[in-house]
């Protein structure tokens, strides 16, 4: 996917869908700066691409947004207007879909943790 004049982003899987289009799976497991997935989201979309974003908790509320104390607070995808604000679940419909990423191998599971637990910010 073109992100820029000289630069490029390879998705993490390509899939070819049954109508014989490309689609792209972004398995996420720790938050980007807000810069880089605006980039990468706005390729795909100039690119009229299907994507899923299977994703750590962490970033599937950065980029679908998150309950807070003033009501929802949408996250970098409604931002840019490829899902509609608001909700506990937006990511269910269009050509971006956000997911909470599911793991059934014991030993994945142990390495997605380590990896998450190596980049977690203090707080």
């Keep these: 996917m073109p992100v820029g004049t000289r630069a490029l982003h390879w998705p993490d899987l390509v899939l070819v869908l049954s109508d014989g289009t490309l689609g792209a799976v972004e398995v996420e497991l720790t938050p980007k700066a807000p810069g880089a997935l605006r980039a990468n989201l706005r390729a795909y979309r100039q690119a009229g691409r299907r994507v899923?974003?299977?994703?750590?908790?962490?970033?599937?509320?950065?980029?679908?947004?998150?309950?807070?104390?003033?009501?929802?607070?949408?996250?970098?995808?409604?931002?840019?207007?490829?899902?509609?604000?608001?909700?506990?679940?937006?990511?269910?419909?269009?050509?971006?879909?956000?997911?909470?990423?599911?793991?059934?191998?014991?030993?994945?599971?142990?390495?997605?943790?380590?990896?998450?637990?190596?980049?977690r910010r203090p707080t």
């Design 52 to 119: 899923l974003y299977p994703g750590t908790e962490p970033v599937v509320r950065q980029l679908q947004g998150s309950a807070g104390r003033s009501g929802w607070r949408d996250g970098v995808v409604q931002e840019m207007g490829l899902l509609p604000p608001g909700g506990p679940d937006p990511g269910t419909v269009g050509p971006l879909s956000v997911r909470q990423l599911a793991v059934d191998d014991p030993g994945v599971a142990r390495q997605v943790d380590r990896h998450v637990g190596r980049h």
